[in-house]
């Protein structure tokens, strides 16, 4: 027999006379249990800095109103969340700090599981405005500042849309926020799409796709090291054998057309065949799902277990790969064999006679010119007289 309730399946637990619901309760104290344990580590340097990016209306803050309450036992609704697909609340970037749950919340019994000194290890999440299905370049910038730790929280999305379009792309990098702090930069970048949405926004995720695939020229090392995870919302609108744990009036959406959009997310960031890491079907609480229930607790509180896992170890120190020598010599060649090149399209020939030739007069010119600024530094003759004499 297994040593966890949370490593049983369904049959195990009937075994144990639990019915599905009891071993859904005693899991999520197990779970609570091990987030604490987590938050504690001995191996975690820096809380995680989570970064919920998506389309508008994927249903981002309500992963965070979500989250407050399978840790607190308590639906505080902090986030802003909007009506609608096309609709949102986010204008800015938001910073909820310990996952938004403060000492005050910890109220219910069965959260003593995570004690309250435990709250400075959750992490930190940071919800954005959602964005429409679009790749430009003004796009780029705003979400590489923000991955990049350059963006305040509570700076205004909108605001740097202004200012981006008066000043060109590429100011907000190059002069207005070009410094970047640590407790900004993103470790975790969570993408969120909407089972209700059957169009995956293909071009939203190229874009932030690329950004983190850049590197640094000097090191060739990835600029930013942020792990890509993906929360598929609206999961109780899925036709599946596992409806009647949360009940919603809302339109259903097959399963077929689920595993569809599924299937499509999967193929664009490279998941498949690593689903349970990188993957979490979500059910947010709403008004359709109510404010209390177990199962969805569980799905909230295995994500914030996953986001807890310690990263691989980066790299402390990296030798420089490009350095500026290294940089002069490789443009030094690009140009020689630009040239070479741009004489052998005109039908000229250089003989090695002709190069050894231009190197001689090179070294020639260069000890001219060496000659002449000696000279030029030298004192006067008369001067040196005068010092002998005196």
């Known amino acids: 027999m297994t040593d966890s309730i949370h490593d049983m399946d369904v049959k195990d637990k009937d075994k144990l006379g639990m019915s599905e619901l009891e071993a859904v309760v005693e899991e999520n104290k197990e779970l609570l249990d091990h987030i604490d344990w987590l938050c504690n580590s001995w191996d975690r340097e820096d809380v995680e800095r989570i970064l919920l990016f998506g389309n508008i209306g994927a249903g981002k803050s309500s992963i965070v109103n979500t989250i407050i309450k399978a840790l607190s036992g308590m639906y505080i609704p902090k986030a802003k969340v909007g009506q609608g697909s096309t609709q949102s609340k986010t204008f800015s970037l938001d910073r909820y700090v310990s996952c938004g749950v403060t000492e005050e919340y910890m109220g219910d019994t069965e959260r003593q599981y995570l004690h309250c000194e435990s709250l400075v290890g959750l992490p930190t999440i940071f919800d954005v405005a959602g964005k429409s299905n679009t790749d430009s370049a003004e796009l780029d910038e705003i979400l590489e500042l923000l991955i990049g730790g350059h963006v305040q929280p509570g700076t205004s999305i909108e605001a740097l849309t202004k200012l981006q379009e008066e000043h060109k792309v590429g100011s907000l990098k190059e002069t207005i926020l070009k410094k970047s ?3 900004w930069r993103m470790t975790k970048i969570v993408f969120v799409h909407s089972c209700r949405e059957k169009k995956v926004p293909d071009k939203l995720i190229d874009c932030l796709l690329r950004i983190l695939r850049k590197t640094d020229p000097r090191t060739a090392m990835p600029k930013y090291s942020a792990y890509v995870y993906v929360v598929l919302t609206k999961y109780d609108l899925v036709k599946d054998e596992n409806s009647f744990k949360w009940s919603s009036n809302e339109p259903k959406v097959t399963y077929e057309e689920f595993r569809e959009i ?25 008004d359709a799902t109510g404010k209390d229930n177990p199962y969805i607790d569980n799905i909230a ?3 914030i277990k996953r986001m807890l896992m310690v990263r691989n170890d980066e790299a402390k120190s990296v030798k420089t790969v490009m350095s500026t020598w290294t940089l002069m010599n490789l443009n030094m060649k690009r140009y020689w064999q630009n040239a070479k090149r741009s004489l052998e399209e005109r ?25 002449v600024y000696i000279m030029l530094k030298a004192p006067p003759s008369g001067h040196s007289r005068d010092r002998e004499y005196y």
Do not use: H, P
């Open 301 to 303: 509180l295995k994500f």
């Open 262 to 286: 599924e299937k499509e997310i999967e193929q664009r960031f490279s998941i498949q065949g690593s689903l349970e890491d990188n993957r979490t079907r979500w059910v947010s609480y709403s």
């Open 181 to 183: 702090r640590e407790k």
């Open 347 to 371: 039908q000229f020939t250089i003989s090695l006679g002709t190069l050894a030739m231009g190197i001689v007069f090179g070294i020639f010119a260069l000890a001219m010119l060496c000659k």
